[in-house]
């Protein structure tokens, strides 16, 4: 993602690289579903708590976040998928990634 400040495209939040605070409005889908999809994740990591790993779909709110930060996609994003790295309970990253490119 870019180093550079940016706006969300739904809402009045700006992102700091530095701080990395956002300060979403309530309303807006992207946060909303961003922090669901990340709840889901924590979730997931709590009925298999032997997992360090988790591959899933990427998210329409992933999406539009990744694109709003100026994350250029090659190619159509509806491939793409997460892996969800538990780092420690309650400590997970996220990393982003084409199948098709990981597999050349």
Same mark, same amino acid.
């Given at each position: 993602?870019?180093?550079?400040?940016?706006?969300?495209?739904?809402?009045?939040?700006?992102?700091?690289?530095?701080?990395?605070? $956002?300060?979403?409005d309530e309303?807006?889908?992207?946060?909303?579903?961003?922090?669901?999809?990340? !709840?889901?994740? $924590? !979730?997931? #990591?709590?009925?298999?708590?032997?997992?360090t790993e988790?591959?899933?779909?990427?998210?329409? &709110?992933?999406? &539009?976040?990744?694109?709003?930060?100026? #994350?250029? #996609?090659?190619?159509?994003?509806? $491939?793409?998928?997460?892996?969800?790295?538990?780092?420690?309970?309650? &400590?997970?990253?996220?990393? #982003?990634?084409?199948?098709?490119? &990981?597999?050349?």
């Open positions: 993602m870019s180093s550079q400040p940016w706006a969300c495209p739904d809402c009045t939040a700006v992102y700091a690289p530095r701080n990395q605070s $956002r300060g979403h309303s807006c889908w992207i946060s909303r579903g961003v922090e669901e999809i990340c !709840d889901a994740d $924590r !979730d997931w #990591f709590e009925r298999h708590p032997f997992a988790r591959r899933r779909p990427i998210t329409r &709110a992933e999406v &539009a976040e990744m694109r709003g930060g100026g #994350f250029p #996609f090659d190619s159509a994003p509806d $491939r793409w998928r997460v892996l969800v790295t538990q780092l420690a309970p309650g &400590a997970r990253t996220r990393h #982003f990634y084409d199948p098709a490119e &990981a597999r050349s």
